[in-house]
C-alpha cells in the first residue's frame, strides 16, 4: 500500500516556474516506479514523466522534454517535478502515481495502467 500526497500547485505566470512534491507512505516507495500524470480541462489525463526506483532513468513526454524535470529522493519518500519555462498549455491537475516493481527503464512506465496507486491532484494554471 502506498499512499500519495501532491503539493505545491499555483497560479504562475508564462514563463515561470513550479515544483511540485509528491510525499509517499508505505514500504514499498523505493521499489516502485513513479510518475507524474496530468489532466487539463476537457482533455484525456496524459502523462508527462517516469522515474525508476533508482532515479536512474527518466523519460519524458515530448511537450514537456527540456523543460520539466522528474527526481526522486528515497530517503524522504517523495518524488518532484521541477517545472520550467511554463505555458499557458500546461494548465492542469497533476498527478502522481506510484508503480510496483519499478526496476525497469523509465520508458515502460509511460503507460497509466502501469500505476495502481494514485494521488488526488494538484492544480496548476498559467496564465498568458
Known amino acids: 500500500q502506498v499512499d500519495l500526497v501532491e503539493s505545491g500547485g499555483g497560479l504562475v505566470q508564462a514563463g515561470g516556474s513550479l515544483r511540485l512534491s509528491c510525499a509517499a507512505s508505505g514500504r514499498s516507495f523505493s521499489d516502485s516506479a513513479m510518475g507524474w500524470f496530468r489532466q487539463g480541462p476537457g482533455k484525456e489525463r496524459e502523462f508527462v514523466t517516469a522515474?525508476?526506483?533508482?532515479?536512474?532513468?527518466?523519460y519524458y513526454a515530448g511537450s514537456v522534454k527540456g523543460r520539466f524535470t522528474i527526481s526522486r529522493d528515497n530517503a524522504k519518500n517523495t518524488v518532484y517535478l521541477q517545472m520550467n519555462s511554463l505555458k499557458p498549455e500546461d494548465t492542469a491537475v497533476y498527478y502522481c502515481?506510484?508503480?510496483?516493481?519499478?526496476?525497469?527503464?523509465?520508458?515502460?512506465?509511460?503507460?497509466?495502467?502501469?500505476?495502481?496507486?494514485w494521488g488526488q491532484g494538484t492544480q496548476v494554471t498559467v496564465s498568458s
Open positions: 522515474i525508476n526506483w533508482s532515479g536512474g532513468s527518466t
Open positions: 502515481a506510484a508503480a510496483p516493481n519499478g526496476y525497469l527503464s523509465g520508458s515502460y512506465y509511460r503507460s497509466s495502467d502501469k500505476y495502481n496507486y
